[in-house]
C-alpha cells in the first residue's frame, strides 16, 4: 500500500475543548475521513485535518487496495469493512500530526472506526429538503450510531459552526483530490 501525506503546519487541535459546555469555534480541529471505491472496485482512502473553517491542515491518502480473488474469498462478506475500518481508517488515523476534537466520516459504515479512535465520530450529511423549510435551524443530519456519548458533543460542535462553514463541503474537495492524486502520469 503506498502512503502519501502532505502536511500544511498550522494550529493544535485539543480534544478536550468538546467537554466544555460552551465551545469556542476558533479552537476546533476537524478531521474528516472518506473511502469510497474506484471504478476498478479498488478500495480508496484520505483524510483531511482542518481548522473551524475547514481550511486544511492536513491531507493523506492511501493508493487504490486490490484484494485478491483468495482474498475476497477468505474474508467474505467482512471484506469491506476489514479493508476501510482495519486497514485503511486505522493507517490514516494513526499517522495524524494533530489531535481532532471531532472526525467526520461520508458513510455510515465508517462509523465503526470509532471503536479505533478516542475521538466523537459522527456521519455528516446535508438534511434532505432543508432549503424547503426555512423555519428549519439547520441544514446539517449526523449519526453518531451505536456512540451515544459523541451526540451531545458532535451537536454541540456542529452548532458551533454552522454558521461559519459549510460542514459537508469539505467530502467533495477530497474526493476530487484523491482523484487527482492517484492518476497516473501521462507516458
Given at each position: 500500500?503506498?502512503?502519501?501525506?502532505?502536511?500544511?503546519?498550522?494550529?493544535?487541535?485539543?480534544a478536550?475543548?468538546?467537554?466544555?459546555?460552551?465551545?469556542?469555534?476558533?479552537e476546533?480541529?476537524?478531521?474528516?475521513?472518506?473511502?469510497?471505491?474506484?471504478?476498478?472496485?479498488?478500495?480508496?482512502g484520505?483524510?483531511m485535518?482542518?481548522?473551524?473553517?475547514?481550511?486544511?491542515?492536513?491531507?493523506?491518502?492511501?493508493?487504490?487496495?486490490?484484494?485478491?480473488?483468495?482474498q475476497?474469498?477468505?474474508?467474505?462478506?467482512?471484506?469491506?469493512?476489514?479493508?476501510?475500518?482495519?486497514?485503511?481508517?486505522?493507517?490514516?488515523?494513526?499517522?495524524?500530526?494533530?489531535?481532532?476534537?471531532?472526525?467526520?466520516?461520508?458513510?455510515?459504515?465508517?462509523?465503526?472506526?470509532?471503536?479505533?479512535?478516542?475521538?466523537?465520530?459522527?456521519?455528516l450529511?446535508?438534511?434532505?429538503?432543508?432549503?424547503?423549510?426555512?423555519?428549519?435551524?439547520?441544514?446539517?443530519?449526523?449519526?453518531?450510531?451505536?456512540?451515544?456519548?459523541?451526540?451531545?458533543?458532535?451537536?454541540?460542535?456542529?452548532?458551533?459552526?454552522?454558521?461559519?462553514?459549510?460542514?459537508?463541503?469539505?467530502?467533495?474537495?477530497?474526493?476530487?483530490?484523491?482523484?487527482?492524486?492517484?492518476?497516473?502520469?501521462?507516458?
Amino acid at each position: 500500500m503506498n502512503y502519501e501525506n502532505d502536511e500544511i503546519p498550522e494550529g493544535q487541535g485539543d480534544a478536550e475543548s468538546t467537554d466544555k459546555a460552551a465551545i469556542d469555534p476558533s479552537e476546533l480541529i476537524l478531521c474528516y475521513l472518506t473511502s469510497p471505491q474506484d471504478a476498478a472496485n479498488g478500495f480508496l482512502g484520505s483524510i483531511m485535518v482542518t481548522d473551524y473553517r475547514a481550511r486544511p491542515l492536513h491531507f493523506a491518502f492511501v493508493s487504490p487496495i486490490r484484494p485478491t480473488k483468495i482474498q475476497r474469498i477468505l474474508y467474505g462478506s467482512t471484506l469491506e469493512e476489514h479493508v476501510k475500518i482495519d486497514v485503511i481508517g486505522e493507517k490514516l488515523l494513526k499517522d495524524l500530526p494533530f489531535c481532532p476534537d471531532v472526525l467526520f466520516v461520508d458513510t455510515k459504515e465508517l462509523l465503526a472506526l470509532r471503536r479505533t479512535v478516542e475521538m466523537p465520530t459522527a456521519f455528516l450529511s446535508k438534511s434532505i429538503g432543508s432549503k424547503d423549510d426555512p423555519g428549519r435551524l439547520t441544514t446539517l443530519e449526523y449519526d453518531t450510531g451505536s456512540n451515544l456519548d459523541d451526540q451531545d458533543i458532535v451537536g454541540r460542535v456542529l452548532a458551533s459552526l454552522e454558521s461559519y462553514v459549510d460542514l459537508v463541503e469539505p467530502f467533495a474537495r477530497m474526493r476530487e483530490a484523491l482523484k487527482e492524486a492517484i492518476k497516473k502520469p501521462d507516458a
